[in-house]
């Protein structure tokens, strides 16, 4: 049996990322108010592309653990059928 630790979850809001929040919308904001396409089109590929990289790898972490789950549960059954 597993024992819970009893941890502080910490802050709800990591208030160092903000920068990072900052960062993007100041980028964003540049693009549109440049007016220039290029960058418009660089700047709403690039975020696509990290979007679907970090639904990727969210999706797969979910995924990946569920099947750890399943594949626990299987050698047991296994184990206890032998």
Known sequence: MTAIADTDPGQLIRWHYLG???L???VM?????SH????LNFV?????VLWTG???FMGFG?????MERRATQRKRQCREAA
């Open 20 to 22: 990072y929040a900052v």
């Open 54 to 56: 970090i639904d990727l």
């Open 29 to 33: 904001t540049l693009a549109i108010a």
């Open 44 to 48: 709403h590929v690039i975020c696509g």
């Open 36 to 39: 220039d396409h290029w960058f």
């Open 62 to 66: 979910v995924l990946q653990r569920h």
């Open 24 to 26: 993007a919308l100041g």
